[in-house]
């Protein structure tokens, strides 16, 4: 017999299910109700740890999906910067040739009195380019510069590549009639192109140290190369155009070239996500710093690394002190000798300095000796293993 019959839906002894389309679900155990637990926003937690509270969905992605530095383009961008920030010292220094022998030389000027200042001339810029240098890296040891670190490297840029420009106009133009005001001006325009580099150093390595150590070691390798780069450039002007000052004039625009790149590719970086993944993280470990006003322990740092501190004092003043003062004062003896007079200081003095340093910085990643970390470290770890096991017992 046909019929027709009701579903029904079963429900357990158990476990009751309360539906109503105007209210939240609740499940019920028998009787009792089971309350729900509250949503992260509810738990009072930092919003760093909430479900990306006040995160942006780039930010989100970036911590969800970490990104690699491909191509190794960040890598490459500090190492440009590495070169700029070395770029105005070498490019003064290694172009002694060119104020010696040309704008403070007896035949351009017709003074012989003017080879005083022409022999001056790689003392006075070293010491012109080293002091405010010197300087604003020891003041921002411990004071450190205010404003933000685009205004600090923007800035610094902008004033390297503004001297760079009086630079070639002044090679442009004839100085002939006032040797000894041009003597000055160029000791002026170095001591204001350090000056803004020494900020633009500091800014550079402080951007290195929100990515990984071997975007600083980029750095460092950049500063190397650009010794050699400059050197090379040097003789390949020489090379091409005999004239000094032809030569000269395409020499700094190839270093106003330079800065401009680093100025390029500075405003690129945060369009690169392996950056931003790192400014990021480096920005959330600020802000747990903020409110901390406890200064570093200087003299402790100092005595902890003192060894490696004179090490570093010890090997920068000799070299410094030979390097390029004495050095590209030698004068080629024997007439048979290979390199040509004209570029024996470019090359025996300039290109071989800065090769083997370069040699030298790439080898010391890869040649270590006394183990990785030293005789010191050792020492300290043999104290901490002795220290652990006597609280065991």
Not at 20 to 26: G, L, Q, T, V
Not at 45 to 59: A, I, S, Y
Not at 149 to 174: E, K, N, P
């Amino acid at each position: 017999m046909a019929g027709t019959y009701k579903k029904q839906e079963f429900l357990g002894a158990e476990e009751h299910l309360l539906k109503d389309s105007n209210a939240p679900r609740i499940v019920a155990k028998g009787s009792e109700p089971v309350r729900l637990s509250p949503g992260w926003e509810g738990t009072g937690r930092p919003d760093d740890e909430l479900n990306f509270k006040g995160v942006t969905m780039d930010q989100a992605d970036l911590e969800l999906n970490p990104p690699r530095d491909r191509l190794n383009i960040v890598y490459f961008i500090m190492l440009l910067h590495g070169i700029g920030a070395l770029m105005p010292w070498n490019m003064f220094i290694t172009a002694e040739g060119y104020f010696q022998k040309y704008k403070l030389s007896p035949n351009y000027t017709g003074d012989p009195n003017i080879t005083y200042y022409g022999n001056m001339y790689v003392g006075s810029v070293c010491f012109a380019a080293q002091i405010p240098n010197l300087i604003f890296n020891w003041v921002n040891v411990f004071i450190p510069f205010s404003g933000s670190m685009t205004t600090r490297i923007v800035w610094g840029l902008t004033i390297q590549a503004v001297i760079f420009v009086f630079t070639v106009v002044m090679a442009m133009a004839d100085t002939s009639g006032f040797p000894i005001p041009f003597f000055w001006m160029t000791m002026a325009s170095v001591v204001i192109l350090n000056t803004a580099n020494g900020i633009y150093q500091n800014s550079v390595f402080g951007l290195g140290a929100k990515l990984p150590g071997k975007y600083t070691g980029a750095i460092v390798l950049g500063t190397n190369i650009s010794g050699t780069l400059t050197a090379v450039i040097n003789i390949l002007t020489r090379v091409m155009t005999p004239n000094l000052r032809t030569a000269a004039i395409y020499y700094f625009i190839t270093a106003l070239f330079i800065i401009l790149a680093c100025f390029d590719t500075y405003f690129a970086l945060p369009i690169n996500r392996f950056y931003r993944y790192h400014e990021l993280l480096a920005n959330k470990e600020k802000t747990k710093n903020v409110g901390r006003k406890d200064r570093p322990p200087y003299l402790k740092i100092i005595r902890e690394c003192s060894v490696q501190l004179f090490n570093i004092f010890f090997v920068f003043f000799v070299t410094l002190a030979l390097f390029p003062a004495v050095q590209s004062g030698i004068r080629k003896s024997d007439p048979e000798f290979i390199v040509h007079k004209d570029l024996y200081s470019s090359i025996m003095c300039f290109l071989t300095f800065n090769v083997t340093a370069m040699l030298g910085s790439l080898l010391a990643p890869i040649l270590k000796f006394g183990g990785r970390e030293g005789k010191g470290g050792a020492r300290r770890n043999h104290r901490e293993r002795e220290s652990k096991r006597d609280k065991r017992e």
